[in-house]
DNA sequence: GTCGCTGCAAAGTATTTGCATAGCC
DNA sequence: GGCTATGCAAATACTTTGCAGCGAC
């Protein structure tokens, strides 16, 4: 459960972020950034808008896009990409991975660690810098492989 | 190198899959397989389409977005996608990751394989019929990282 | 001959861009 | 006050759908 006094706390870290970053607190973050928290699955830039929407009512979908953005630079969501809709931004901080429905496209949580020390480190040897890495598995899920 | 010889084997396995799925073995899905094994790197559906119209000229998007959908069910493509842009499909039948450049958006492969093994034990234990995992590494790629 | 596959055209969905204005620092 | 971020509208990029005719089996 989110409360008050987390969502202060948690206004105060993006920004900060944002401010590092050389960046400008407007409401339109702050908010897309408690909407993102306390949606606290992955959501489509739609279903953030219509959430954040009700606490300001002029947000527009491109500022979404840009917002997402930012904070995808910033670490504060991850950008989660099937192939088959739109993309997904997942605000869960704890390192987890997905599975996706090749039938009904719906995409779970994973709660499990993967060791992917071994393909960073190769990127690293590549000459790359990477920052991070995610692993989806694809299948069919619980509902869908049942009335197949 | 790719050789005639090679060709017709793998014309022969496709076919094979193709009947065995009750499926029917068209000329476009046959170029279509050859150009992915040609060209031996993820590729989009557009560049697909450029690459197989050299010798099918009539050859249409929505055929190539059907056939590449059909092989990822022959387990014959894997499809990648990134977030920004189109998706890829990959046809390289050795395990190997991929490495997505944040700044010019450029897909790599990295050559290793990783343990999924625990993620994808994670799904079936939580009901789901996995078929498959891939992992992705983000980050800046060599040429970005330098220029930055 | 049947039924699945294809091509064409069109629609649909997701995302990005251009530009004038608002508002943070 | 300067310069970034926003909102609006429009454009673009990617993918899917509907349907009539062709061709594999």
Redesign the pocket.
């Known amino acids: 459960m989110t409360s008050a006094t987390d969502s202060r706390a948690h206004d105060a870290e993006v920004s900060a972020a944002l ?1 590092a970053r050389g ?7 702050l908010i897309l950034h408690r909407a993102l928290r306390e949606l606290d699955r992955h959501a ?3 279903e953030l808008l219509r959430v954040a929407s009700e606490r ?1 009512p ?6 979404v ?3 997402l953005e930012l904070f995808e630079e910033l670490g504060v969501v991850r950008r989660v990409a099937v192939g ?4 997904l931004w997942d605000p869960r901080p704890e390192p987890h991975q997905h599975f996706a429905c090749r039938r009904c496209g719906r995409i779970l949580d994973l709660d499990v660690r993967v060791r992917a020390g071994a393909a960073i480190e190769a990127a690293r040897a590549a000459g790359h810098a990477p920052d991070g890495a995610q692993l989806l598995v694809m299948g069919l899920c619980d509902a869908c492989s049942r009335d197949t």
């Open positions: 401010r960046g400008r607190v407007t409401s339109q973050r489509t830039a739609e300001l002029n947000l527009s979908l491109p500022t896009y840009a917002t088959s809709g739109p993309v």
